[in-house]
């Protein structure tokens, strides 16, 4: 039953009259990853850890009866993944201790105990006829690690490990991409039969040269899993980051439903664009249990999304540009302004360069990753917009079971950039975004942690606390838990009680911002920006996504909080206010303050600016 919905994609779809065996075999893939997934039991609840000892030894208490989503107890990607998986009982637990000396060893022995093994450091799966999806490879080193011993646990793959291959900001020379393609394949090669993915857990750079591409550089993902004459043997996805983060992306990918989407198109309907845009879908993802989004994106419709933030599953997003800038159908923005998710997203972004840089947060891509972004096919070089594979062809091939980062890519013999070339695909390979049947897994109750804290039962606690001690410090800490826990209307009146008693201050509102956002609260929002000593970047842009709903007294912060990496967009929010309530020469003012220290794009937009006032 589970497959008989992709069936009927094919009545509403047009498909290629002859599907290449590329295309089976990763349908193949798909429903091998579909069966394991709805083979293991999956808890209603989340478990939160302080360090990665703990985290280990949570995964080591999965098995083929019962598994969870374990994630680092954080302020930003825990609570992400909370709002959107809605779990019946949040756990906390008290660290473990020291780490085990051997991580290697150990680590093996995590993913053998989630398949029922005990003891053993090399999981043979070719016992009970459990054959592994794919292959996991990482370095002991790197903190991407995390996430490695997940997917592997997760999804029963098996573990290996690796030298280190080099820092996100040195391309791979020919001579090192030789070597690790052979390195890759040898993995595959001796990891049992039927293998077709490699995901790949550590940091390296996104380009690569390689002798046989067309042009150099290449996407690095893009030639790990194809052979020395460029053929390709298996798909790649890509994990890098910190701990919090990758045990973020490993959760996302293995245990969250994605039923929403949205699609956000800038190119017009003609020409060489008409292909990119949004074709039947509105007609054809209601039938699978999609519900889609649309938006033709202009600079005002933008604006209009970014309020509140985007709370969608899967995210097509169209428009041309480079690392530093994009373009809306009617003018360019700068990554600040792209859209805050709520929940966590996954993301095919048809813009050239986006993944030059992905690891730097104040690139396009870079923007993208640290807004909650798991799952990310991109181009890290000048592409040519034929590189790219049509969302509408990208929804064929998922409502096929075929998994997303494959779905993205060009099939061997679909022309010129089905060769190594400049797409690169970030998070797992093995993760579905197909119909309800798919990707909506039984839940089982939460289990009993006497060991652990109930997030829940200590909220109580702590809402009693603010009514017995009310002050900043107890109405912050309660906003903590309710807004960890998802309740984010629960932490909007705790805030307005905290405003009402007149104790409210920095700390609880700080805590409750993220909330006052998301709940599209805006004027509580301000006054808890007001009270703020040194807002962060990701407070800035919550203020700068309600700029259009906040009034004209509120111009003095948004002019003492304009981000200067790319202040010419910030300006051109408010510029005209400025200038009617104080004068073009205020805001020549502003523009020559920033210009001094301005480069590239940022430097040529505030010139044209200043012509635009009188200077």
Avoid at 135 to 160: F, M, W
Avoid at 234 to 247: E, L, M, N, R, V
Avoid at 322 to 328: A, G, R, V, W
Avoid at 410 to 430: C, V
Wanted: hydrophobic content about 40%; proline content about 5%.
């Amino acid at each position: 039953m589970i497959f008989q919905t992709t069936i009927l994609f094919a009545f509403f779809v047009q498909t290629p009259t002859s599907v290449g065996l590329e295309f089976q075999k990763a349908v193949e893939i798909g429903k091998r990853v579909a069966m394991v997934q709805h083979s293991l039991p999956l808890v209603n609840q989340v478990v939160l850890v302080p360090d990665e000892a703990t985290y280990l030894d949570e995964l080591s208490k999965w098995s083929p009866q019962a598994r969870w989503p374990v994630l680092f107890d954080d302020d930003k990607f825990a609570p992400m993944f909370i709002r959107k998986f809605k779990p019946q009982q949040v756990w906390r637990r008290m660290s473990v201790g020291k780490p085990a000396e051997d991580f290697e060893t150990y680590s093996q022995t995590v993913v053998a105990k989630a398949w029922g093994r005990t003891a053993s450091t090399n999981v043979d799966f070719t016992d009970e006829n459990v054959q592994p999806l794919g292959v996991v490879v990482t370095n002991k080193n790197d903190s991407a690690r995390v996430a490695a011993v997940a997917l592997a646990a997760g999804r029963g793959q098996t573990l290996h490990f690796v030298q280190d291959w080099g820092d996100a900001n040195t391309q791979w020379s020919e001579q090192q991409t030789e070597q690790r393609m052979f390195e890759a394949a040898r993995i595959l090669r001796g990891s049992g039969k039927n293998i077709s993915t490699i995901t790949l857990c550590m940091q390296m750079s996104p380009l690569a040269h390689f002798s046989l591409a067309k042009e150099n550089p290449v996407a690095t993902t893009d030639l790990i899993g194809r052979d020395q004459h460029g053929n390709r043997f298996a798909w790649c996805g890509w994990i890098f980051g910190s701990k919090k983060q990758t045990a973020y992306m490993a959760a996302c990918s293995l245990f969250l439903p994605r039923h929403n989407y949205w699609f956000c198109n800038t190119y017009p309907d003609s020409g060489a664009w008409q292909p990119f845009g949004i074709g039947n879908m509105e007609e054809v993802l209601p039938r699978f249990g999609i519900t889609l989004t649309t938006t033709n994106c202009s600079l005002d419709s933008l604006y209009e999304v970014n309020v509140g933030g985007v709370t969608s599953d899967v995210v097509f997003f169209t428009s041309k540009g480079n690392q530093d800038f994009l373009e809306l159908s009617d003018t360019k923005i700068a990554p600040t302004w792209l859209p805050i998710l709520n929940t966590p997203a996954v993301l095919q972004f048809i813009h050239s360069w986006s993944l030059k840089k992905p690891t730097n947060r104040t690139t396009v891509g870079g923007t993208w990753l640290d807004r909650g972004v798991y799952a990310y096919a991109g181009s890290s070089h000048e592409p040519m917009l034929q590189a790219f594979v049509p969302p509408m062809e990208v929804m064929r091939r998922t409502m096929s079971l075929v998994p997303f980062l494959p779905a993205s890519r060009w099939f061997t013999g679909q022309g010129a950039y089905s060769r190594p070339w400049r797409m690169n695909t970030i998070g797992d390979p093995l993760m579905l975004c197909g119909t309800n049947p798919v990707t909506n897994r039984k839940r089982v109750e939460a289990i009993n942690r006497e060991e652990c804290t109930n997030l829940l039962q200590e909220a109580k606690v702590l809402l009693q606390q603010t009514k017995e001690i009310p002050s900043d410090e107890s109405f912050a800490q309660a906003i903590e838990q309710v807004t960890l826990l998802g309740r984010d209307t629960v932490a909007v009146k705790l805030w307005q009680v905290a405003v009402q008693n007149k104790v409210a201050g920095a700390r609880a509102a700080k805590a409750s911002l993220p909330a006052l956002f998301r709940t599209n609260a805006s004027r509580d929002f301000f006054m808890a920006f007001t009270m703020l000593t040194k807002p962060n970047r990701y407070e800035q842009d919550m203020l700068w996504h309600l700029v259009t709903v906040l009034p004209d007294s509120t111009l003095p912060i948004l002019i003492d909080n304009i981000r200067s990496v790319y202040a010419c967009d910030d300006l051109r929010a408010i510029g005209s206010r400025i200038a009617k309530s104080r004068g073009n020469n205020a805001v020549l003012t502003i523009i020559n303050n920033f210009l001094s220290k301005a480069i590239g794009r940022n430097e040529r937009e505030l010139k044209r600016m200043r012509k635009k006032y009188g200077g």
